[in-house]
Antibody, heavy 123, light 107 residues
Framework: EVQLVESGGGLVQPGRSLRLSCAAS????????MHWVRQAPGKGLEWVSG????????GYADSVKGRFTISRDNAKNSLYLQMNSLRAEDTALYYCAKDTAHGGNSESCFDYWGQGTLVTVSS | SYVLTQPPSVSVAPGKTARITCGGNNIGSKSVHWYQQKPGQAPVLVIY???DRPSGIPERFSGSNSGNTATLTISRVEAGDEADYYC??????????FGGGTKLTVL
């Protein structure tokens, strides 16, 4: 059974940093691209970042480019999101999602999602 | 950048057919995926590559894509289909992209 379990969320002040983690199991992690998708309270889904199977291809939404860094450790079956210079508008539930392809920057879809970890940016 | 447009809400009576659209410039040339999200739950893939259904998704769910509009069709709608639905595409200028979402209400 595929499982994606996010952690690392919490309350953080504007301008500070936070690192999210996603522990994956039930599939061959290093065969697939992975993504972070967020959802602000009462709002829709927003793709944040994606990383290919071998970290060779990485993409970011314009809203987080230069502040967030995605990474993965295939030996630990884990995905990460380093979030710096956090803003109030980054407040959201952050989902980890598995791609159906290796690359990430392609017309593939997200077939499994975690339950999310909540990030609240407030003073 | 590429934009996906969905109606904010669609209402349908039980047993009828619901159609949720996703508009985009020449979206028919792209692969469209659809997700269902019920309150308090993570999204679930219900249609991929325009019209394919993952295992476990009822045949009542179908999809089409042509011209500037992709459509998710739910036949014989049930109360349990009430949820938010999102379309998703990949675009070379915007990377992965979601529509704004449509709230399906079963009357």
């Amino acid at each position: 059974e595929v499982q994606l379990v996010e952690s690392g969320g919490g309350l953080v002040q504007p301008g500070r940093s936070l690192r999210l983690s996603c522990a994956a199991s039930g599939f061959t992690f290093d065969d697939y691209a992975m993504h972070w998708v967020r959802q602000a309270p009462g709002k829709g889904l927003e793709w944040v970042s994606g990383i290919s199977w071998n970290s060779g291809s990485i993409g970011y939404a314009d809203s987080v480019k230069g502040r967030f860094t995605i990474s993965r450790d295939n030996a630990k079956n884990s995905l990460y999101l380093q979030m710096n210079s956090l803003r109030a508008e980054d407040t959201a539930l952050y989902y980890c999602a598995k791609d159906t392809a290796h690359g990430g920057n392609s017309e593939s879809c997200f077939d499994y999602w975690g339950q999310g970890t909540l990030v609240t940016v407030s003073s | 950048s590429y934009v996906l447009t969905q109606p904010p809400s669609v209402s349908v009576a039980p047993g009828k057919t619901a159609r949720i659209t996703c508009g985009g410039n020449n979206i028919g040339s792209k692969s469209v995926h659809w997700y269902q999200q019920k309150p308090g739950q993570a999204p679930v893939l219900v249609i991929y590559y325009d019209s394919d259904r993952p295992s476990g998704i009822p045949e009542r769910f179908s999809g089409s894509n042509s011209g500037n509009t992709a459509t998710l069709t739910i036949s014989r709608v049930e109360a349990g289909d009430e949820a938010d639905y999102y379309c998703q595409v990949w675009d070379s200028s915007s990377d992965q992209l979601f529509g704004g979402g449509t709230k399906l209400t079963v009357l």
